[in-house]
DNA sequence: TAAAAAATTTAGATAAGTCTAAAAAATATA
DNA sequence: TATATTTTTTAGACTTATCTAAATTTTTTA
């Protein structure tokens, strides 16, 4: 199998990936937290493995079986820390790294017996879809809180920062998932709005507003 | 904190030590299927790290920080088999691998919410004992089976071969724990065994009654 | 479009954990 | 108790994943 490493590189492709543009040796590298040249050595490894296409100086994007890797190791994270909400009373803004233990544990026959055992959960504690048993995502259609306007309403559906920082700032305004919201004013000055949320008025700055997203 | 092969080398070490004697390259070699020289290696750091008491040519002992670490191992990893078991459904011979890699999960916050999930077991689905939050085991008296005599009875309660092979046996001999058996025969020539389960007559060979453990 | 800046790769090191082969120490045996 | 055998350690090498510093390629900018 992978090792915990390439893993961790797999997914963090993953997340970086997008229709347009491959991903770029420094997104990688910011992103895990390392240096450049580790990156290249990994991305050789991994190209060899056939789990990316990577050409010098142009980036690099998953191959099918690489994003089959990817997606079930997103498929175990988000998996784990609904279990550690919903069946261990943890917090949201507590799961993210024990999930980044968790993940790696190999066994595809507990994953999917977890996934049973807590009735087949669509999305993780932070609103993330959880892919199921074949890498398939239930995608739904959200919008930034920053991108709707005045006197728009809609429900509280993900977050695009996962920091304990801002879980736990959200969960104190009652901004949490599953919480319905309208815009009462936007402020032209620094783009910062006023909520209406279920029980009050919560004023957020441009940089929260960039960071939740809503279903309208 | 420590490294995977650290924590396993605690363990194993554990599991080798009795009261007499400490425990020799060799042994350890052998359990870890590694080679003694790997082993010699590894002694020296785990000695640097005082966490065990190390002479060379002399063997092995583990210091109180050592077993204390050993010893929240192998909670983890019999609470873990526990939740398998009990939680997943997965049977007594399916675990031990899972719960291999499950123990090294860091975070003892989450091992001692998911002891209070399941209400402080206190036994693992082997008839192990789990060690509570310091430490402390439940040590209960157990006999091998190859040590009892004709007409004494019991409940089965462990067994010291954990191997998938031998656990299905016992299962199909429905010699599982928690079953009251008494030995109705004592082969001279071979010292096998007729046990007399709750449901039938049993005859296992001494390698058996020897891997059997039992509480009168 | 040539020079400057930024991004990426290569070269050479390091640490952890393992291995084989050889040396040294402990133990068994004659 | 000397010699043979077994056990353990040492020496040197390899792999994975990382790093710093230097070289190379790409991109930006003047
Ligand atoms: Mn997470
Ligand atoms: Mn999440
Ligand atoms: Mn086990
Ligand atoms: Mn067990």
Known sequence: MNTLAEENYLKSI?????????????????????????????????????????????GVRLTLSGEKIALNIIRKHRLWEYFLVEKLNFKWDQVHEMAEEMEHISSNELINRLDKFMGYPKFDPHGDPIPDINGQINHHNLKLVSAIEVND??????????????LQYLEKQTLTIGKIISVIEIIPFDQSMILQTENKEVHISSEVANNLLIAL
């Open 14 to 58: 993953f997340h970086l990936s997008d229709a347009e543009e491959s991903v770029s040796t420094n997104q990688l590298a910011t992103l895990l937290n390392t240096k450049a040249s580790s990156v290249t050595d990994m991305l050789k490894k991994l190209a060899d493995k056939a789990l990316i296409n990577y050409t010098p100086y142009q």
């Open 153 to 166: 309403s809609g429900t509280i559906s993900g977050v695009k920062n996962h920091s304990p920082n801002f």
